[in-house]
């Protein structure tokens, strides 16, 4: 850890200024009465599985953090080189391996259940503590008097995996992190070639889970939605990996996020999986549609959610991706009339795509 | 209530697209690693107590909401009318009527106690039932098993405050929030005076908590600060009012905001009461600074607070009004290393003003 700390921290002098993103038009605004009160600025893109650009806004060539959109990408080797079978896994044990979960009941107690299949527990997790994301798996754990741990931790589901990975390819435990170990090179391998860049391309910096994390343009992660949801032309255990990953995630929408106010889990309850969605932090998220060879995605400058999760939906209904009434069951997540305490009407959240 | 929400909706037609603040710069970014990850872009302006302007960079000419951050000018009526002698309001009741507070014990108590002094309860208020900001205060409520009601909303002490304004100039209570009634003519004028600005610049929307909201020149809201923390140009009842409201403010730290991770509080508590400040929903903040003839007022396009709170605490140390031992107290609010859940540095907070 303290070395991948430091190798990550700024050479003397070195400052990347260029990548403010000038060029990042307006795509959401909250008004009040008749102005403008707050606007969210950010960059889309639409391609297909070739990773052709389709249409898109702002600075979607330039290189950002994709944070936890890129997890579905990172399981792929845990099915590819058999650790998820050797183990056991099945496709809840998938979903949460992909999620970026609330830490309710069903995701603590799976993520330990896949430690323990494993061999391990919560003390070999390097992702530390984060309290739950759910109202009330907070307030139930505040109840008991116990503080959060890292299973808590909304990752805890991809470490577990990278455990298992690791594990299965016989590098320590104590350095699935490590970007040298044998897992972490399979997991670069896999989200380099799903976003076809060059390895060049793709940089890494510490996630707030402690793993690698990864930079590429928007572009690329646009791409690896397309390709996971789109497997055809990939070799046949891509193939194979990709369609289970989009099958376990279809069937266990809760367990990819959570059951209050995630709009992952509703973007797949809604569609009933049509849509294979996913939200990385600071304003990042995709959404790739099985056999439409289609995915969107969307940065916000901010990296705040007001905005995106408009954008996001604003993008799924301008593709065609959403019907009438699917958009207006997501309705909580759209531009829409913004409401005080009081109820009272008082301005509008508008997308400008 | 409901002429208001109606005369607050936007004719057909009338979009103020030109509010989108193109020329705002980037203030505050967020890096991993070695590169950006999100940016805040915004406007800030500096001025004296004449309202000329000493430093600034963005659309600050533009109208912008203005929100909370303006209740010191929305309270000088309950004093300047004798409403605040004639209910017996002590300092820390003023405090309250300028705040924007978590809803700990101290302020709800105290709301509740500034409403019986009128003859009224919580029923009067029309400012909509709200969480506590305060995460003790919102785990004990629900321990409790109690809902979050109207004297819990972060500005149940401004309407406190006006309620008593209300029926000592002889509205009906039930019209208290009213444009058109006397005591929202008396704010009306004082934030117009204070701010500097003619009546037809200043227009109004419905805020969260129901009450007229303005929409003025950032200018505008530094220069309030200004005047309200240097008004030895005042005629002497508004120059006593503001006096009295600045010492009320600056016995009070705690009423003003709340007790855990507030930077109203902690800019008050760690100068002493030096600095005068109050923040806005949506990215809006303004500091003014007694004796100095000097005020500063920030608004973030985005409307969060990470970028806000860096910036305002390095303007203030750009003017000299911290000391380095002051800056250092208030280390979790400026530009600063970030870290993730397990400690592990990731990247910084930097501020460009």
Not at 272 to 292: D, H, N, Q, T
């Amino acid at each position: 850890m303290a070395t991948r700390s430091a190798e990550n921290e700024p050479p003397p002098g070195v400052q990347e200024v260029e990548a403010l993103w000038p060029e990042n038009p307006v795509l959401a605004r909250a008004t009040r009465g008749h102005a403008v009160e707050s606007v969210h600025r950010g960059a889309w893109c639409a391609v297909d599985a070739e990773g052709a650009l389709l249409d898109g806004r702002g600075a979607f060539r330039e290189p950002i953090f994709v944070r936890s959109a890129i997890k579905c990408a990172q399981a792929l080797p845990l099915l590819e080189t058999g650790a998820a079978a050797h183990f056991g896994f099945d496709d809840g044990d998938l979903a949460l391996a992909v999620s970026s979960h609330d830490a309710e009941p069903c995701h603590v107690q799976r993520a330990e259940r896949m430690l323990a299949r494993v061999g391990l527990d919560e003390s070999a997790l390097q992702c530390g503590p984060q309290a739950p994301g759910n109202d009330e798996a907070r307030f139930a754990l505040r109840v008991e008097g116990r503080k959060a741990g890292r299973l808590h931790n909304n990752c805890s589901g991809k470490h577990a995996g990278f455990l298992a990975l690791a594990r299965h390819l016989g590098d320590p435990a104590e350095r699935y992190l490590a970007e040298d170990s044998l897992a972490q090179r399979h997991v670069r391998a896999a989200v380099r070639d799903l976003a076809r860049i060059e390895d060049f391309e793709l940089t890494t910096a510490i996630d707030g889970c402690s793993a690698p994390t990864f930079r590429m343009p928007l572009t690329g992660l646009a791409t690896a939605f397309a390709r996971v949801t789109n497997p055809s032309g990939e070799a046949p255990a891509r193939r194979a990996a990709c369609e289970r990953v989009v099958a376990a995630v279809r069937a266990n929408p809760v367990l990819l996020a959570g059951s209050a106010k995630r709009l992952c889990t509703d973007l797949v309850r809604v569609t009933e999986g049509r849509l294979f969605p996913k939200i990385g932090a600071e304003g990042v998220y995709a959404v790739g549609v099985p056999g439409a060879d289609f995915a969107i995605a969307v940065k916000m400058d901010d990296g705040a959610a007001r905005g995106l999760s408009a954008v996001v939906v604003a993008l799924l209904e301008r593709f065609g991706h959403l019907t009438p009434a699917e958009a207006a069951a997501l309705g909580a997540w759209r531009s829409a009339t913004l409401r005080n305490w009081a109820g009272a009407t008082v301005g509008t959240l508008q997308v400008e795509l």
